[in-house]
């Protein structure tokens, strides 16, 4: 008796994750022109042992930035935003020139074959991709409690690492845009949308 409620459990089990792959690329991707500006981080570097840095120092933090020690005589002040009502088009400009012809193609043929680590869901899927002109034959689809992911093996000539899969037809690829302005370092963290 024992041995059959095992083998139920394991089927239940089994046929659970099986079930847990919702999306699969399959097909071409190409870039939609939608941008979205996911972060902006602002960093200032000054020093703290000058009158003027430690006047610096205070205005920064009244606007939000949160300061810390960098070395004996330099401090970094940061300060992170992440709420936008649009793309600026500085950066919206930036991302269509450099994507402007960009696609990705899944063959959709490969038999994904799950894998398990911690509390995430992975399954390798051995399949021809070209991630533009780059070609691969394996890549990864994970599944976190913080959404969806595509992950590929990375080289000197194909630098896409990952890829958010928010649905079968829609793929977010990370980028990231440096700029300095009135002697700050600006990040900016931005995702392009590609759609089948």
Not at 54 to 66: C, D, N, P, S, V
Not at 71 to 93: L, R, V
């Amino acid at each position: 008796m024992k041995k059959i409620i095992l083998l139920t459990f394991a089927m239940l089990s089994t046929f659970a994750f099986a079930e847990e792959l919702l999306y699969r690329p399959t097909g071409t991707y190409s870039y939609s022109r939608e941008v979205v500006l996911t972060k902006k981080r602002t960093a200032e570097t000054l020093s703290h042992i000058s009158t003027e840095g430690q006047a610096r120092i205070k205005e920064l933090k009244k606007t939000g930035f949160t300061c810390i020690r960098k070395s004996q005589k330099e401090s970094i002040c940061q300060k992170t935003e992440t709420n936008f009502p649009s793309t600026p088009d500085f950066i919206q400009s930036a991302v269509d020139d450099y994507l402007k012809n960009a696609q990705f193609s899944f063959a959709g043929t490969g038999e994904p074959t799950i894998v398990f680590d911690g509390a995430n869901t992975e399954w390798l899927v051995y399949e021809d991709v070209y991630l533009g002109s780059k070609k691969i034959n394996v890549y990864r689809i994970t599944k976190t409690p913080d959404g969806w992911f595509l992950s590929f093996p990375v080289s000197e000539d194909q630098g896409i690492g990952n890829m958010n899969l928010e649905s079968n037809n829609r793929l977010g690829l990370p980028l990231t845009m440096q700029t300095k302005e009135n002697g700050q370092t600006v990040g900016y963290f931005i995702k392009a949308i590609f759609l089948n």
